[in-house]
């Protein structure tokens, strides 16, 4: 791409770091702030500073929150005792959308994945495995998408609490392999969370 301005071909390679934005779309949205008032541009970079600069992990579930505890695990309403295992925020909120989970969530923050270098050190599990022998939890739900990635830090997870007196499951029930949760409809998910199976049954049938 010939850029006439040196400022345009900056603006556009940053937002053309950004994940699923190639460099034709990063233009067409450089352009497009460029037409509008330059507040617009300015709340959209103020936005962005502030959550970078204040953005906290929740101590209990290490999801994202705005204050030390989240507002799920501060809800004195939510079982405490249940709790969903997901990768991040996008799997919160895909299981909160379906309205049929009343636990508390881990967030790991990932998946165990040797390509991309991510081990089990880089996960919360040791924060996990943690809560569970310190007796918090009666059954954990394990809710990684069933992918490589996600059966392998699912393994790993149960090998790590296996002798503990907590209940492990995985919702697996309508949920494909290789389908990552966040795309799952509403119903779908809602129900394999209801029907989810023990987790030691699930992969001996495999
Ligand atoms: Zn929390």
């Not at 006439?4 to 556009?12: Q, Y």
């Not at 204040?54 to 004195?76: G, M, Y």
Request: hydrophobic fraction near 35%; proline fraction near 3%.
């Amino acid at each position: 791409m010939d850029f006439s301005s040196k400022l345009l071909e900056n603006a556009v390679y940053e937002m053309a770091q950004l994940p699923g934005i190639g460099k034709r779309t990063a233009l067409r949205l450089v352009l497009h702030l460029l037409k509008q008032p330059e507040r617009r541009t300015e709340d959209l970079s103020n936005a962005i500073m502030k959550l970078r600069n204040t953005v906290q992990f929740c101590k209990k579930c290490h999801n994202i929150s705005d204050t030390e505890l989240c507002e799920i695990c501060s809800n004195p309403k939510r079982d405490a005792t249940l709790v969903c295992v997901v990768e991040d925020i996008r799997d919160v909120m895909a299981i909160e959308n379906t309205g049929q989970y009343r636990g508390l969530y881990h967030v790991l923050g990932g998946k165990i994945s040797p390509i991309e270098g991510m081990g089990p050190q880089d996960l919360t599990i040791s924060s996990l495995v943690r809560k569970v022998k310190e007796g918090e939890v009666n059954e954990l739900i394990l809710a990684l998408s069933s992918t490589m990635e996600g059966d392998t830090t699912n393994f790993y997870i149960f090998k790590q609490i296996e002798g503990t007196q907590v209940k492990t499951s995985t919702i697996a029930r309508g949920i494909a392999v290789g389908d990552e949760l966040e795309y799952a409809d509403e119903v779908t998910l809602g129900r394999s969370i209801l029907n989810r199976i023990p987790f030691e049954g699930s992969f001996n049938n495999n």
